[in-house]
Structures are given as C-alpha cells and as structure tokens.
C-alpha cells in the first residue's frame, strides 16, 4: 500500500517518504521535516495511537490515520488522539487526496492563526523568530535554532528536556556541547533584551528545562 500511495501522491506533486515503523518515521522527520503525516495504526511492535499522540504533541505536522480498522471506539481514539482525520481501507485515491487536501488547508490557516506561543506576558513568534514582552515591550531577536530551541522549551513548560530533545535529534555525542552554546546566546539575549521572567534552568546528567517567574 505504502509504494502505490507513493506513486499516486508523487504524481499529483507532493514529496514523499515512507517509513515502515515509527523509528524510521522519526529519523526522515528530523532530517527532513513534513507537512502531514500519513499514519498506520499497524506499527508491529509500536502502538500507533501512542505514535499518533507523540507526533500531535511534539510536531507541528497535520496527521492522519489511514488504517484498516473499522471499529468505532479506534475512530474516536484516534481523534482524541489529535489526529486530524481518520480514513479506513478500503478507500478512493480521489478521496484520499480530497482529504489531504482539506487537512492541509485547515492546518495551514490553524497555523496562521496560532503562530504564537504564549508563556504569561512573553509571547514567542516561532516565524518571525521574535520573542516579546507585553509588560515591558521588550523585543529580542533569535536565531532560527535559537527560536526552535526556545519554542521547544516554552511548548513544554516546566518539564526537563534532554539535549537531543532540544536539538530534535536522534543521538549526540556526550562531548558535543551544541545545544549548551544555543541555550547560553539564548539567556544572554534574554538578559540584554531586558525579558527577565523566562528562566532556563540546566538538569545535570540531562539537559534544560523553563521557568515562568512571575512578577
């Protein structure tokens, strides 16, 4: 199913991917990133719905489930689980790309609508790479992986995130102090920019996690 999807997606235009299990998924997301992700529920060993939630909460990719389960209570799973649709084999290719097509225009506006990321008084404008301070009017000016870095952190607010989280990467060498350099140019433009109230706090042996003081 996968290769013929393939052949049809790529000959309407759209640049495709296929994983055959979430690690392999995982890996062409963080080297090449996706718009939507076409998600089996039949992942072998993985539990898709648990992939479907881990997706929804960490990417910022539409996802639909297309699967060949027809229970009702999976339907309502998987939307509960975020995903944006859920279609069930047997199915039109037509049909197919209708959806994908409604999915990604919907997600397309939610993201324009939303592309903010708000922590009390500081908002971060992941696009824009521009963090604010409504309280002070202070405007600091990042990097595109210091904003990634930072939208990471904001998103998960107070709960520690290892290095290779924060970097969105499979592994790093233990030397590789990459992200230490980010998170450090990151305080310092917090500091000079006068946005005192976001607090990035190192976890030993792990990585960093963000505090919201509050006035």
Known sequence: MGSVLMRHLTRVGYGVSVAANGSEMRRFY???GADL????L????EDGMDLA??????TAAAVMIV???????????GLDAGADDYITKPFEVDELLARIRAVLRRHALEASVHD????????LEPSAMVLRDASSGACVRLTETESRILATLMRQHGRALSRTQLLNRESLNPEDRTVDVHIGNIRRKLREGGIR?????PVRGHGYRMRLERD
């Open 67 to 77: 699967t060949g389960r027809h229970d009702l209570q999976d339907r309502i799973d």
């Open 37 to 40: 992700v076409l998600l089996d």
């Open 53 to 58: 939630r881990e997706l929804v909460a960490s």
């Open 30 to 32: 963080r080297r090449d």
């Open 42 to 45: 039949n992942l072998g060993a």
């Open 197 to 201: 109230n976001l607090v990035i706090w």
């Open 116 to 123: 903010t990321i708000q922590l009390g008084t500081v908002a």
